[in-house]
């Protein structure tokens, strides 16, 4: 059974600067990889699929990166509407979402 | 707009049964796979169920197999969750969720493109 585990748990960073977000798999699951952003109260968005390709209408300062176990998502720079829970989500078997990190204002 | 709202939460008792639906607008619904995801208070997601396009198959997570039941209706553009013999640990914010479609809705992706806001289940005596 493959375990998703993301790091931090909490991320704290300054509006403006950059936040890189850890996914890590348990065994591989090549570019079968996904990324989401919930806010208080809200459903989840999807911004990034196929571990790289950014979902319609996601701005472009979003980009992730990896392959294999070890993914990555990247904010270039911070705006104040970014800081939310991000979860990633494994699709090479079974749905499998990670347990999240929370990305909070510095 | 494009969008799915979902309804039927509540509180209900243990070992009773709910039906949820989500209302699917503004896309060809009969094109794309359907999910119900969930979330308990204060924790992550987990996917519950999927069904494809046209109903022929359904999968489920193993904690709720042969409780829950997903089906749908095309002409209704209408997704259901069926829930019974309902347990504590079911209680949570069912979000239903749309598979991606690229053109051809054989195909599942297995990633969500579209939710709904979510309605909340609560299962206590």
């Known amino acids: 059974e493959i375990v998703m585990t993301q790091s931090p748990a909490t991320l704290s960073v300054s509006p403006g600067e950059r936040a890189t977000l850890s996914c890590r798999a348990s065994?591989?699951?090549?570019?079968?990889l996904a990324w989401y952003q919930q806010k208080p109260g809200q459903a989840p968005r999807l911004l990034i699929y196929g571990a790289t390709t950014r979902a319609t209408g996601i701005p472009a300062r979003f980009s992730g990166s990896g392959s294999g176990t070890e993914f990555t998502l990247t904010i270039s720079s911070l705006q104040s509407e970014d800081f939310a829970v991000y979860y990633c989500?494994?699709?090479?078997?079974?749905?499998?979402f990670g347990q999240g990190t929370k990305l909070e204002i510095k | 707009q494009v969008q799915l709202v979902e309804s039927g939460g509540g509180v209900a008792q243990p070992g009773r049964s709910l039906r949820l639906s989500c209302a699917a607008s503004g896309f060809t619904f009969s094109s794309h796979g359907m999910h119900w995801v969930r979330q308990a208070p204060g924790k992550g997601l987990e996917w519950v169920a999927l069904?494809?396009?046209?109903?022929?198959?359904?999968y489920y997570v193993d904690s709720v197999k042969g409780r829950f039941t997903i089906s749908r209706d095309n002409s209704k553009n209408t997704l259901y969750l069926q829930m019974n013999s309902l347990r504590a640990e079911d209680t949570a914010v069912y979000y239903c969720?749309?598979?991606?479609?690229?053109?051809?809705?054989?195909?599942?992706?297995?990633?969500?493109?579209?939710w709904g806001r979510g309605t909340l289940v609560t299962v206590s005596s």
């Open positions: 969720a749309r598979d991606q479609n690229y053109g051809d809705p054989s195909v599942t992706y297995w990633y969500f493109d579209l």
């Open positions: 989500q494994q699709y090479n078997n079974w749905p499998l």
């Open positions: 065994q591989s699951i090549t570019s079968n």
């Open positions: 069904i494809r396009y046209d109903g022929s198959n359904k």
